[in-house]
C-alpha cells in the first residue's frame, strides 16, 4: 500500500505508516511535544458561542422534557440511515449529527427490540409497527440470543442481584475503533487493506476461521457506508484529510459512524489529541491556520461529541446514572521511548473545559507521569480544581505493565491499546453478596433461595475468621465459575447479532481479545473480614436461619487508614478471584482481566445486599469503585489513597477506579497552593504504583443548593467512580450518596 | 497540671494522640502527615479543638505506625513536607517525641513541631535537636491578655522563642488573628518589633480566625467563650499582614 497524501503544504515524516495501517508510527514520527504553559490558549469563538447557545438551549428542552427531547420511532439506525443533520449550518466547521435534528434520538433495536419499545413508551411515543414486526417476525436480536442460551443458574445469579448490570439487554460497547485511521487513510485505502487480509484467511474452515471471514466482510461493508454518510454532508471519505479540519472532520465522521451504528454503555474516542495535533501544526506552520481557529476546531469537536445521546429505558439509570455516553479521550503519557506525548492540542482539549463549561463529555482522562512537562501538570490540576472534570490514569504503570504506548481508555478506566486490542464488557458480581453466601450455606440472604449448593453450615453464630474464609473461597469459585459462563453466552450471542462492524473497522482483524470481569463491594468485604478477625462478630438469624443483622463487639481497622491488618484482606481477596475467574475457558480465548469499579451502580448494588458483617445495615450503598467505605477513612485522605494504592494492578487490569473529593480549602489555602498540592498528590499517589484517580474539588454545600435547585447547576460536573455526571441528572437516591461520601474537610 | 503529663506515664513505644490527618496543607512546608497529640497545658479561648485539652482523654497509638504511615507518604513529600507533630500540646510527650524524631530524620522525613512553647525541660532540648522546623505560636505579645487567652502568661513562650534562637533553630510564628481580643494594631506593631531582629524566623503566618471548633465545646457540654466574637474581614487579615511585614519579611495568611 502506498499513501498519496496530496499536499501543497509541508510533507509528514515518513515510516512504516506509509506501507502499513500503523497510526502510532505516523504520530511518533511526527508528534511536536510541547513543554510550555497554558498562555497560549485563546477563547471559543462567535461561531462556536452561537452554535452551543442553541446547544444549551436543547439539553434545557432535554431535561425539561424527562430526559429526551425526540425520538425517531421508525427509522432504524445504521451507518448512513439518516439525512444529514446541523445545528446551524452555515456556522459549523465540524459538522454531522447521529439522526438529522440536534439531540433526537435514534432506535437500535438490535439489542433487543422490547427495550427500545420500552423506552419510546416511558416518552409517549409508539415505536413504529413495521419496525416491531420486523424484529418480532424475522430478525432476531442480541437479547433473545443470550436468553436462548440462559441456564436456569445463571439466570438466578442475574435475577437476585449476584451478577448485575450484564450487557444482555443493551448494547456491550468498550470497543474502541481507532477512528485516527479514517482521517490518515481514508476508506478506499482501509477497504484494500482489509481485502488484503481476507486473501489471507483461507482454511481449514474451522469455527473461528469462519466467523473471521464473514465479520471482516462486515467491516467492508461499514467502510462503504462510511464513505455513503460523507456524501450526505459533502465530504469524500474515501481520500485521507488533507489538513486540519479535515483531519478533526474525518475522525469525527469515524466515530459517528460507530454511534449511529451502536448504543454500547461506553464508546470511548481513544486518544486522537495528539494526532490531530499533527495536522493543526502542519497548518499553523504554513500559516493557513490561526490559533483561535484551531481552537474553534476542538471547540466544535468536543461540543458534538457532548451532542451524542443513546436511547435508553428508565431502569438503565439505576445502574448507569446521569445518561453516560462515556465518549472517552486518553490524554497525555509518554512513548515507550521515554518522550512525552503531550500537544498543544491536549492543552486545546481540556481548555473546552473552559470554553464551553465544565461537562462530564467528553470523558477526559490525564494519562498521567511524573515525567509529563510541569507546564501540563499545573494546567491539568487547575482545571481539576475549577471544574472536577478530569480524572487521572497512571501512564508509568499501564505503559510499563502493558508495555504498548499508543492506548486509550475503554468506558471509564480500562486499558486498550488502539486498534490492536478490543474489550467484552462484563460488568460485575456483587463480591459482598457472595460472602454473605457463605454465611448462609449458599442461600440468598434475602430471599432465603438456595443459589449454590454444598456449603457447609457454620458451627456457631460468633463469626470463626477460618470457618468464614474456607467457606468464602468455595463461594467465590462457584460465582467465578457462573460468571464466566453468563459472559461466555452474552459475547458470543452479542458477536452474532449486534456485532459491531463500523468500530471493528477500524481495528486490526485478528485483534487480541481481553474479557472484562468486575467486582462491586471490596470494602464491605476487606471492613467485614476485618471484623470477623479482629473483634467479635455474632450473626443474628431469623427463623429461616439467615442471618440479617450482626452484632460486633470490639474495635477493628477499616480499610482506608493505610493499615495493613485491613489493607493485605482487600489486596488478598482481589488477587483470589481474579485467580479464580482466570480458570476457566473463554469465548474467543480472550484474556481475562478484571476490575474493581462501579460507577453509579454502588447504590443500586446496596439496595440489594442485606446487612454485612462490618457493621453495614441492608440497603446502605456501597463505596464506589475502589474507594474505603464513606466515613470510615478517618486519617484523611493520603492515608485512604494509599490503602487503594496496595491493591496490586496485576491483579486488577482492567482498572482500579477510586474517587477523592475534596472541599477547595483543605486542597489549599489559595488557587496556586491548590494545583500544587494537587499535582504533589498525583505524583504521590501514583508514585505508589495506584492505577486510577477521580478528583472532585466542590463543596457539599453547593451541591446541597444544587439538589434544591437544579435549575440554577445546569452544568454541574462531579467525578463518580470512573467518569463524570452532571449531577442535577442523578436521581435523589444517588446525590445523596454522593453527599454521604468521604468528604475531606479540614477539621 | 503539667506533674500529670503522659511522658512519664505512657510506654516508650507509644503516644497519647488525639487524631491523625494524612493530608495536612496548613501545618509547615508541602503535604504533611499531621499527628495531634492529647492533652494541654494552655484553655485557649478559642481553641479550635477544645477535645484535645484534657490529658485524660486520647487513645494510646504505636509509634512504630506513625513511622510506617509517614514511610507510605514520602512519595508525597516532594515539594519540601513531611511529619508535623501538633495537638494539644505536644511538647508533653517530647520524652516519646525524641525517639520519633530521631528514627523519622534517619529516614528522611522532614520533621515539624507545632508548639505553644510552654514546656520547656531537658526532654524538649533533646528533641529540638532532631527537629528540623519549629510553628511556634504566640498567643499575644502582651502577657496580660496572654493570660486572658490562654489562662498562661506568655514568659515561657518568648523564653522558647529566645532558645530556638540562640541553638539556630528555624522557625515561624504563628498569630491566631481575633478580632477585639488579638487585633489591637498596638500590639501587632510590639509583636513585630520584638521579632524584628531574630535571624530564625523564616515567615509569620496569620491564622484568620474561625468558628469551626465551636460544635466540639457543645459536644463536650462546654460553653464557647467568644460566642459573640465575628470572623476577620478580608481587611483586617491584610491590614495586620501590613503591620507585621513593616518588621519581618515573609508574612502570609494561612
Ligand atoms: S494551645 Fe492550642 S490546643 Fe492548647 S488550648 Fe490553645 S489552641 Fe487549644
Known sequence: MSIGVENNIKEFVKGTWNDTVDVRNFVLKNIAPYDGNADFLTRPTDKTNLLFDICKKAVKEEIENKG??????????????????????????????????????AIKPYGGVKIVEKACQEHGITLDPKVK????????????????????????????????????????GRIIGDYRRLALYGTEMLIQAKLDDLEGLVGPMNDSRIRLREEVNEQIKALKEIKVLGDAYGLDLSRPATNAQEAVQWVYMAYLAAVKEQDGAAMSLGNVSSFIDIYINRDMEAGVLTEGEAQELIDQFVMKLRMVRHLRMGAYNDIFAGDPTWVTEAIGGLSLAGGHKVTKTSFRFLQTLYNLGPSPEPNMTVLWSAELPKGFKEFCAQVSVDTSSIQYENDDLMRQTRNADDYGIACCVSFQEIGKHIQFFGARCNLAKTLLLAINGGKCENTGTQVIEGVQALKSDVLNYKEVMDNFRFTMKEMARVYVDSMNIIHYMHDKYYYERAQMAFVDTDPKVNVAYGIAGLSIVADSLSAIKHAKVTAIRDENGLAVDFKIEGEFPY???????????????TSHFNKQLAAYETYKNAEPTMSILTITSNVVYGKKTGATPDGRAKGVAFAPGANPMHGRDTHGAIASLNSVAKLDYNDALDGISNTMSMVPETLGA???????????????????????????????????DAMEHPENYPQLTIRVSGYAVNFVRLSRDQQLEVLSRSFFEKI | MLNATPDTILPEDKLNIHSIESFGTYDGPGIRFVVFLQGCPFQCLYCANPDTMRFEDGKSYSMQRIVEEAEHMKSYFAN?????????????????????????????????????????????????????????????????????????PNEKTLAFAHYLEEHQKPFWLRYVLVPELSDDPKHLHQLGQYFQSFKQVQKLEIQPYHKLGVHKWELLGKEYPLKDTPENT????????????????????N
Open chain 1, 68 to 105: 429526551v427531547r425526540s425520538i425517531d420511532p421508525s427509522i432504524i439506525s445504521r451507518i448512513a440511515s439518516h439525512q444529514a443533520g446541523y445545528i446551524s449550518k452555515e456556522h459549523e466547521v465540524i459538522v454531522g449529527l447521529q439522526t438529522d435534528e440536534l439531540l433526537k434520538r
Open chain 1, 559 to 573: 480499610y482506608g487508614n493505610d493499615d495493613d491488618r485491613v489493607d493485605q484482606m482487600a489486596v488478598d481477596i
Open chain 2, 80 to 152: 519540601g513536607g513531611g511529619i508535623t507533630i501538633s495537638g494539644g500540646e505536644p511538647c508533653c510527650q517530647a520524652k516519646q517525641l525524641i525517639t520519633l524524631f530521631k528514627n523519622l530524620q534517619s529516614k528522611g522525613i522532614h520533621t515539624c513541631l507545632d508548639t505553644n512553647g510552654n514546656v520547656m525541660n531537658h526532654y524538649v532540648e533533646e528533641m529540638l535537636e532532631y527537629t528540623d522546623l519549629v510553628l511556634l505560636d504566640v498567643k499575644h505579645i502582651d502577657s496580660a491578655i496572654h493570660k486572658k487567652i490562654t489562662g498562661k
Open chain 1, 133 to 172: 414486526d420486523v424484529f418480532d417476525n424475522y430478525v432476531k436480536s442480541h437479547n433473545e440470543g443470550v436468553f436462548d442460551a440462559y441456564t436456569t443458574e445463571i439466570r438466578k445469579f442475574r435475577s437476585l442481584g449476584f451478577l448485575t448490570g450484564l450487557p444482555d439487554n443493551y448494547a456491550r
Open chain 1, 670 to 704: 489559595n488557587q496556586a497552593a491548590r494545583v500544587l498540592n494537587l499535582t504533589t498528590i498525583l505524583d504521590g499517589y501514583f508514585g505508589r504504583g495506584a492505577h486510577h484517580l477521580n478528583v472532585n474539588v466542590l463543596n457539599r454545600e453547593l451541591l446541597m
Open chain 2, 234 to 253: 478580608s481587611q483586617q487579615l491584610e491590614a495586620a499582614k501590613e503591620i507585621f511585614e513593616q518588621y519581618l519579611d515573609e508574612v502570609v495568611i
